[in-house]
């Protein structure tokens, strides 16, 4: 299986952890990726640039998968926003009359946009491609002491139609299914499907406070021991922003956060330094000696 | 006749009585024969008539028209009348609970004062400049067509009961309201476009939505309330209403795109913060010294991508598109 790799800017920049175990896993899971197919391709917008100006958004998302489409590869993405953003793109480059519209401005580099090969989410290819029967005969350390919240980010849930939850129902669980095929226990809480306040984090911070707080928290109490994310910019904000959260909360949280490679990681028997589980701002310490793994 | 299969679903109702135990909700099951054509409001009424007469719930056209029926099913806001119980029973069990984010009256009827409050905050009628014409106005049909999504709203409640601001920031005038003033701010007849935006920059306006889709995907009509903030935030943009930090943070993100090709996020915080500004600044210092010490800071100097020139053209040809 081979992809035109993605990573997004914050896995570049804000969470290199993510980049590195994303590496490592790929590897065993024989995935192989492609970045240099990509090395011209701008950041998606996340939905800020699309605030200002949709048709450049969805002109620069065209782009990017047109890079990909030239070299024949489909885009794997390892960020929600990324693939939100990117699914929302193609959802609207569905109408020819729009596609026309911007394949005009691509022509000028010479690519073109078909949409004959939908971007995907590493997570979304575990599930659909390797399938839970492969995985599992791969997994060499079962989490079995661990119960995991899972938290998805907004933009791998919402709008369905975009994501084509109708066509691939499996999307709508696959963060569970996946916790369950490493061997964890999944923590039920209400806010897996919640937004966890990032994009406001820089307008009112206030606000995103409290749903980490209330997010984390929540995950805490009911018996998580750590919280598993797709999304880097979900990360960025529970992890690094808890201590903040919890203080105006003033109770204790102490929630590790970590990202789906690194789980997976974990679950094929690679080393959590590797994984770089060691570089968040939650300590991991407890989760590892959980597992009898010291960090 | 024709023919239905009928069986035997548990439905779990979050009630909750003023005179009962000082309002403190509980839940309440029951073991309801069904038909597969019924709705979830079907088996709600069939509980009221049959089953328990105490129990409280709205509805009226059984249409999907009136908007009074919504409640959230599985957690998730919707109108029972129009969905099939079917779509919804997961092991022959639905759990049916009062809309969120309004006060609840009795078991599955809330209080929607706080709903309509909002509402006439946003001055939910046109306001044409001048004298009226002697005939009809008239309206490019374009704009019109394009207005009739959001006059499709029957004022349910399902976005704002399920949006996630407005769990934690009462003030927030939230999608429905915030979709009704798009509808005036885009309508070519009236005159207060500039008044109504202005207004929508403060504290609990349009800069207040996090983007988190919850309206879009919960609406029953298709008015995509979160899409309308965002024609009102470019809309803003373009009008260069610049004052509050969403729409820094807007402008530095894309000058950030457009200069590198991608994002890097020390920069974009210390733009949208202000360069200048020593005492916003100064309350990330602690964050960047924890993120430094788990060697996470991101580079100050990020990469940038190759091509830039080809971005740099299409930004040219589109920026003010
Ligand atoms: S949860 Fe927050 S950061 Fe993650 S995708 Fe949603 S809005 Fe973005
Ligand atoms: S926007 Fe949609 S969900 Fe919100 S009140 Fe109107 S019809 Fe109901
Ligand atoms: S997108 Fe904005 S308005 Fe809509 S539910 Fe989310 S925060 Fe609320
Ligand atoms: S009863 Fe009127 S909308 Fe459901």
């Known amino acids: 299986m081979k992809f035109a790799f993605f990573p997004g800017c914050v896995a570049k920049g804000a969470a290199p952890e993510l980049y590195t175990s994303t590496i490592k896993v790929a590897e065993i899971l024989g995935i192989e990726l492609d970045e240099k197919a990509m090395e011209s391709a701008s950041c998606t917008g996340a939905g800020v640039l699309q605030e200002k100006n949709q048709l450049l958004g969805d002109t620069l998302n065209a782009r990017n998968i047109a890079l990909a489409e030239k070299q024949n590869l489909p885009i794997l993405t390892i960020c929600s926003t990324c693939q939100g953003v990117m699914s929302q793109a193609e959802q609207r480059l569905e109408n020819e009359e729009y596609r026309a519209q911007i394949n005009e401005t691509l022509k000028e580099e010479g690519l073109e946009y078909t949409g004959k090969t939908p971007t995907r989410h590493l997570l979304w290819i575990i599930v659909e491609e390797i399938g839970e029967k492969k995985f599992k005969s791969l997994v060499k350390r079962k989490l079995e002491t661990l119960n995991l919240a899972p938290f998805y980010g907004c933009y791998l849930v919402r709008p369905s139609k975009a994501l084509k939850f109708y066509e691939n129902p499996e999307r709508e669980t696959c963060l569970e299914d996946l916790t369950e095929w490493v061997g964890a226990k999944v923590t039920d809480f209400p806010g897996s499907k919640a937004c966890c306040g990032f994009p406001i984090l820089t307008i009112n911070e206030k606000v995103a406070l409290k749903m980490v707080g209330n997010h984390t928290s929540s995950a805490k109490d009911l018996g998580a021991d750590a919280m598993v994310t797709p999304c880097p910019l979900c990360h960025l904000n529970l992890d690094q922003y808890q201590n903040r959260a919890a203080g105006m909360m003033k109770r204790e949280i102490d929630l590790p956060i970590i990202h789906v490679p690194q789980l997976v990681g974990l679950a094929l028997g690679l080393d959590p330094e590797e994984l770089r589980i060691n570089k968040h701002i939650i300590s991991t310490k407890k989760l590892l000696s959980e597992i009898s793994l010291r960090p | ?179 009704k003033s798009y509808r ?138």
């Not at chain 2, 839940?27 to 509980?47: G, H, M, P, R, S």
């Not at chain 2, 309004?102 to 939910?124: E, G, H, Q, R, Y």
């Not at chain 2, 306001?127 to 049909?141: D, L, V």
């Not at chain 2, 729409?247 to 894309?254: K, L, V």
């Open chain 2, 1 to 179: 006749m024709v023919q239905t299969a009928k069986k035997t679903v548990q439905i779990t109702i979050k009630r909750q009585d003023p005179e009962i135990d000082g309002n403190k909700p509980y839940f309440q099951d029951y073991n309801v024969e069904v038909e597969d054509w019924f709705t979830v409001l079907d088996v709600l009424i069939k509980i009221r008539e049959e089953i328990d007469g105490t129990l409280s719930l709205r509805c009226a056209c059984r249409a999907s028209i009136c908007g009074s029926c919504a409640m959230r099913v599985n957690g998730q806001a919707k109108l029972v009348c129009k969905t099939k119980l079917s779509s919804v029973e997961k092991d022959n069990k639905i759990l049916v609970e009062p809309v969120g984010n309004m006060p609840v009256i009795t078991d599955l009827t809330a209080d929607f004062k706080p709903f309509w409050d909002k509402f006439n905050a946003v001055d939910p009628y046109l306001r044409p400049g001048s004298e009226a014409p002697e005939a009809e106005y008239i309206a490019p049909n374009e704009d019109m067509v394009h207005l009739v999504g959001v006059m499709n709203c029957i004022m349910c409640g399902c976005c704002v009961s399920d949006c996630t601001v407005l769990e934690v920031k009462d003030n927030f005038l939230g999608p429905a309201a915030l979709a």
């Open chain 2, 184 to 321: 005036f701010i885009a309508d070519p007849r009236d005159n207060t476009e500039n008044e109504r935006l202005e207004k929508l920059l403060d504290d609990g306006g349009i800069w207040d939505c996090t983007r988190c889709m919850q309206c879009v995907e919960v609406c029953p009509k298709d008015v995509d309330p979160m899409s309308r903030i965002m024609a009102m935030r470019s809309n803003s943009l373009n009008k260069n209403m610049n004052k509050s930090y969403g729409a820094r943070h807007a402008n530095a993100f894309t000058s950030l795109i457009k200069s590198s090709g991608v994002l890097n996020e020390t920069l974009l915080i210390l733009k949208t913060k202000g360069f200048f500004n020593i005492i916003e600044l100064i309350k990330l210092l602690p964050l960047a010294i924890s993120a430094q010490l788990a060697g996470k800071r991101p580079p100050f100097l990020s990469h940038s991508i190759k091509n830039k020139d080809k971005l740099k053209k299409i930004f040219k040809k589109l920026e003010n598109k």
